[in-house]
């Protein structure tokens, strides 16, 4: 009998929670003990630690956002989402897919270990989170924070393409975000921003001097390498491929 009423309670708290992510803090705090904790989330147990006094509350595989929910848990009050898992939330789809460390920024006078889940970055430009559910770096730090550890330069301009193509942000804004960044992992981005800047003014141009004619835009003429109508999707870059992207992030020092 007390059994079912421990049942109970725990619906209760995840219902209540509005989760199945809780820190052991708060199920403490609800009458749970810790003994009880301690063998529910043993090995073949009802619950699945995730990290550090971040439990599970049931023992089937963790979701993404199970994972990311447990990495806002875990890294604190103004922690905030960036790189490949922001993205994902902004709504791109061209970059590695979301399989590896979750990335997050950190105030610079906090201490986190990422627990092998986690790639915890702590930064004295904290960026104030995009409006939405989750606290998600605005999208020129998601994606800079991302292709500043990818080598691949088809990877890179497909990053940097789609959220310049799907108009969430333009390359002088990105230019800026790398400009007031760490120099680290900086100059492969640098080198391709610097190239979509080249094709854009080339194209401005010649758009300029058909203007100026008074002939008529030719259908088809080349636009912008990483411009694109609103609205319309992402076509490939030259030299990249539309295939989902296979890749983890590779932890660096605090910046």
Do not use: F
Not at 11 to 35: C, F, K, M, P, Y
Not at 40 to 63: C, D, K
Not at 186 to 212: K, Q, T, Y
Not at 219 to 235: F, L, V
């Amino acid at each position: 009998m007390p059994r079912r009423s421990n049942d109970v309670r725990y619906r209760e708290l995840t219902h209540l929670n509005g989760a199945v992510v809780v820190r052991t803090h708060d199920l403490q705090a609800n009458g749970i003990s810790r003994g009880t904790i301690t063998r529910r989330t043993r090995p073949g147990g009802p619950w699945r630690p995730l990290m550090p006094a971040i439990v599970l509350l049931h023992n089937g595989p963790p979701t993404r956002d199970d994972m990311r929910r447990a990495a806002l848990l875990h890294t604190g009050q103004g922690a905030v989402l960036t790189g490949c898992d922001a993205l994902d939330l902004h709504g791109m789809r061209r970059m590695p897919p979301p399989t590896g460390l979750i990335h997050m920024l950190i105030p610079a006078d906090r201490r986190r270990v990422g627990a092998g889940k986690l790639l915890v970055e702590r930064t004295d430009r904290l960026p104030v989170p995009a409006p939405g559910e989750w606290p998600l770096a605005p999208i020129e730090r998601a994606a800079l924070d991302l292709v500043r550890r990818i080598r691949d330069r088809d990877v890179v301009r497909s990053v940097l393409a789609e959220v310049v193509q799907r108009r969430r942000t333009t390359p002088a804004r990105l230019v800026a975000e790398l400009e007031a960044g760490s120099d680290r992992g900086s100059a492969l981005p640098r080198e391709v921003l610097a190239a979509v800047s080249d094709g854009i003014r080339s194209v401005a141009e010649a758009r300029e001097l058909l203007r100026r004619s008074g002939l008529p835009e030719p259908c088809g003429t080349p636009a912008s390498s990483m411009a694109a109508p609103a609205g319309s999707s992402p076509s490939p870059m030259p030299g990249s491929t539309r295939s989902r992207w296979r890749g983890r992030s590779t932890p660096t020092s605090s910046t």
